[in-house]
């Protein structure tokens, strides 16, 4: 047979499926997981029974750690060093773990996420309540294993006498799963086995009024009793940790935030640079100072606020921003029967009560064989002091050791044990002192051979045994609870004055989009003209806006879509400074065009005003206002359009007004603006006016019945008034009336081909004219005459015959 001959086919996927799935199940069982009878990770177990088998218990002196990373390295777990030391290190960190299980000397790392120093610097031995999760280990309570080795044995599981796995909880990824258990108060779990104990029938319910909830060691505020509830019924469950704070009042009028405690596992720096931050880059008004005064006597950060600061708010603002407040995920995963579970309180409970259970069972078994024969023992001596003077004749005639046994069995009947134990009595117990104790052992070891008898044999006093034994440790290791818990998750109202300072501002939009926010003070110092601010060469000012930084600004493209912008973010500038493209500020696309801009403090404030969309195709449509209310600065669907449709203007109405719209080929339509319903954001409105083909909507004015004039200018600069009262009220839709009349021919002046813009005019303004050779024009309306509603108009705009007006607009 050929080499070739000897190998078998194999799929790649079945390889890899099981060398993976084998690789995941030891991660799983012997590296991520706990076990849910003694709460540990094998490498923590493995630490804990190595310290203790080294003698290294807290009534004796610390000893290296690299001492006992060797041993465990050598004996139990054959990994990098890193990981054992790194276990131990958790072990011994007061703000990670309920009950310290190692009781570390030197530099154990700190809460501010210090590590801690190298394994050959510091010093450590087992804590008094780590000799519990150990305590009867000698005997035979649980069963061992061989090692890596097996050169020796290690426990599969600690005896551990107080439920740890709750206690001190634990934290792990592995292959597929994960765990995430938070501590416990000692006494509520202790008590609530108890309670489970005496009534396995408890519901949840009644074991949420012994265990309220996790006790962090770090303490804080626990929000979410129905996270909490959902988490110890189904092992899953979301809470919120609040730091413990409290707003302190100083001289002056000024006030202070104090923390002094902060969540699980959160870093005490992180905290501090995070709030310093906030404060550097002005993110929130009013913090003067951060400083961390945290010491011996705990943890405490100081906030000092400027006088007249918003504590409450900055706080608030504070929780919402920084790790002050976090969620926390329960995940409550634990090894049963050698395969990962997810579990509830009371799963935890009940698997930790049968491990005790077994653990006080193997040890009275233990302690009942061990008195069974010293017993024996006892009444061998007993009985062969009662024939003292035969027994030594025997012996002496004995040829020796050997033959001595033998003659006591054959001729006393003793047991090869009870003669050995003859065979090397002591003189001095021959003594009448030593006879009657040798008498109250024996009734000693009968009475606890019959009270180990009757744990074995009777339920209600093994778990009598086991309680006593339980509160005994709460008595003596239980300590108050850390963390106050509150029924219902705060809701957290950050207002805006928190993070901005109020203040009147301008903010300008130039033609080619560049954007800029200025204050008073600037825009006075540069002469408080119009003219006067910063632009590119050609461009002009399209929007002037007088707004507080407090407020909103809706920015609607002809495209049909708006952006909510905050006024506070547009970046502020001096008034002679070009500003910034607004492309920098909201994510506005290149082919879109601004089509409206509308200051609002905030979109719901008024729920009466509603947005009229007009589009080039003549379409109509009325919105609420609110509808419009936003956080995203991102794009947001303001109205649908058909194909090839695009909006033309957007204005802020309250339904009470007269609506004209003007078209480029001279036509205009007059109707009552209630004549469209108010419909949804991202609906299509309805037909304003039926146009001719070719034609578009150029414009659209609100009118205060039949007050004032309409203006109209073509784009040769033709422009003319009519009197409002010349357009008759119809019904939308229709295609509605002249309001300009083109003259074109040979021996006639063209006076344009189409209209550019359209104005209502109630009293005297100036319009600015832009060319499309770029060149800047200022007609006042008083320029233009008045003439009839059909009338060619009078030039009024000073152009040549080749050039175009490209835009006229009001600011």
Not at 416 to 423: S, T, V
Not at 590 to 600: E, H, T
Not at 664 to 686: C, D, L, T, Y
Request: include cysteine.
């Amino acid at each position: 047979m050929s080499i070739q001959e000897q190998f078998l086919p194999a799929f790649l996927e079945e390889i890899v499926g099981d060398r993976f799935g084998r690789y995941s199940k030891y991660i799983i069982q012997d590296r991520a997981i706990p076990d849910v009878r003694d709460g540990l990770k094998p490498v923590q177990r493995r630490i804990l029974y190595a310290m203790y088998e080294a003698g290294n218990t807290p009534d004796k002196p610390y000893r290296k750690s690299a001492k006992t990373v060797g041993d465990v390295m050598g004996n139990y777990h054959p990994h990098g060093d890193a990981s054992i030391y790194d276990g131990m290190v958790r072990m011994a960190q007061p703000w990670k773990m309920g009950h310290v299980l190692i009781d570390g000397h030197g530099n154990w790392g700190s809460i501010d996420d210090d590590p801690a120093a190298a394994m050959r610097y510091t010093e450590a031995r087992l804590s008094p309540i780590a000799m519990e999760l150990l305590r009867d280990i000698e005997k035979a309570t649980v069963p061992f294993k061989d090692n890596f080795d097996n050169t020796t044995k290690e426990p599969v599981v600690l005896p551990a006498r107080f439920p740890n796995l709750l206690v001190n909880g634990v934290s792990g990824i592995s292959a597929g799963f994960a765990t995430e258990i938070p501590p416990h108060n000692l006494r509520e779990v202790i008590d609530a086995c108890i309670a489970v104990m005496e009534n396995p029938e408890i519901t949840l319910e009644e074991l949420m009024t012994i265990v309220k909830g996790p006790d962090f060691p770090t303490g804080g505020i626990i929000m979410s009793e129905e996270g909490i509830r959902e988490a110890y019924r189904t092992g899953r469950g979301r809470i919120y940790i609040r730091s413990k704070t409290e707003i302190e009042k100083l001289r002056g009028g000024k006030q202070q935030i104090v923390i002094t405690e902060i969540p699980y596992q959160v870093n005490k720096t992180k905290i501090v640079t995070a709030i310093e931050n906030l404060r550097l880059d002005r993110k929130v008004e009013g913090i003067a100072e951060v400083r961390d005064e945290s010491g011996r006597e705990g943890l405490r950060i100081v906030i000092e606020l400027r006088k007249d600061a918003d504590a409450e708010g900055i706080l608030n603002y504070l929780f919402k921003k920084t790790d002050l407040q976090v969620t926390y995920n329960f995940n409550m995963v634990a090894i049963v029967n050698k395969a990962p579970r997810q579990l509830g309180l009371k799963a935890i409970l009940e698997a930790y009560i049968a491990h005790q259970q077994e653990v006080v069972t193997y040890r009275t078994k233990y302690d009942l064989e061990r008195a069974e024969d010293k017993a024996h023992v006892v009444d061998g001596l007993v009985k062969a002091l009662n024939i003292l003077d035969e027994v030594i004749e025997t012996i002496k005639a004995s040829k020796n050791r050997q033959d001595a046994q033998r003659n006591l069995v054959d001729q006393y009947e003793f047991t090869e044990r009870q003669a050995d134990a003859i065979l090397t009595l002591q003189l001095y117990r021959l003594t009448n002192l030593e006879i009657h104790a040798l008498e109250k052992e024996r009734k000693d070891l009968q009475k606890k051979i019959k009270e180990l008898r009757s744990i074995l044999d009777d339920h209600k006093k093994l778990i009598k045994v086991i309680k006593d034994e339980l509160l005994e440790i709460r008595d003596t290791y239980g300590i108050d609870r850390r963390c106050e818990i509150r029924g219902e998750v705060e809701e957290i109202k950050v207002n805006l004055e928190v993070m901005i300072t109020p203040e009147d501002v301008i903010v300008a939009l130039t033609n080619e989009g560049y954007i800029k926010r200025t204050s008073m003070l600037s825009f006075t110092r540069s002469g408080g003209e119009i003219e006067s601010t910063g632009m590119k060469e050609g461009d002009y000012v399209r929007g002037i806006f007088e707004v507080n930084t407090l407020d909103n600004i809706l920015i609607f493209t002809n495209n049909g879509q708006y952006f909510h912008l905050p006024v506070h973010l547009i970046p502020e500038y001096r008034w002679r400074d070009t500003g910034t493209a607004i492309v920098n500020v909201i994510p506005i696309s290149k082919d879109d065009r601004i089509v409206g801009v509308i200051p609002v403090k905030h979109a719901d404030e008024d729920p009466d005003k509603t947005l009229v969309f007009l589009t080039k195709q003549g379409q109509v449509k009325r919105t609420l206002l609110s509808e419009y209310a936003t956080n995203r600065l991102t794009a947001v669907a303001a109205c649908r359009l058909a194909e090839g449709d695009e909006v033309i203007d957007v204005q802020v109405s309250t339904n009470d007004r007269e609506l004209l719209l003007v078209t480029k080929f001279g036509q205009s339509i007059r109707f009552k603006e209630n004549e469209v319903n108010a419909m949804g954001r991202v609906s299509g409105g309805v037909r304003g006016i039926q146009l001719a083909e070719g034609d578009e909507v150029i414009a659209g004015l609100w009118l205060d019945e039949d007050e004032g004039e309409v203006l109209v200018f073509s784009d040769r600069g033709f422009a003319k008034r009519s009197l409002v009262a010349d357009y008759p009220v119809q019904r939308r839709g229709g295609k509605g009336v002249a309001t300009f009349e083109f003259k074109e021919g040979k021996r006639v002046r063209s006076n344009g081909t189409e209209l550019i813009q359209a104005f209502y005019v109630k009293e005297a303004y100036e319009l600015t004219v832009a060319l499309e050779n770029g060149e800047i024009q200022t007609v006042h309306t008083e320029q233009v005459p008045i003439e009839e509603r059909k009338s060619p108009g009078k030039p009024v705009v000073k152009i040549t015959k080749d050039q175009r007006i490209q835009n006229i607009f009001r600011l």
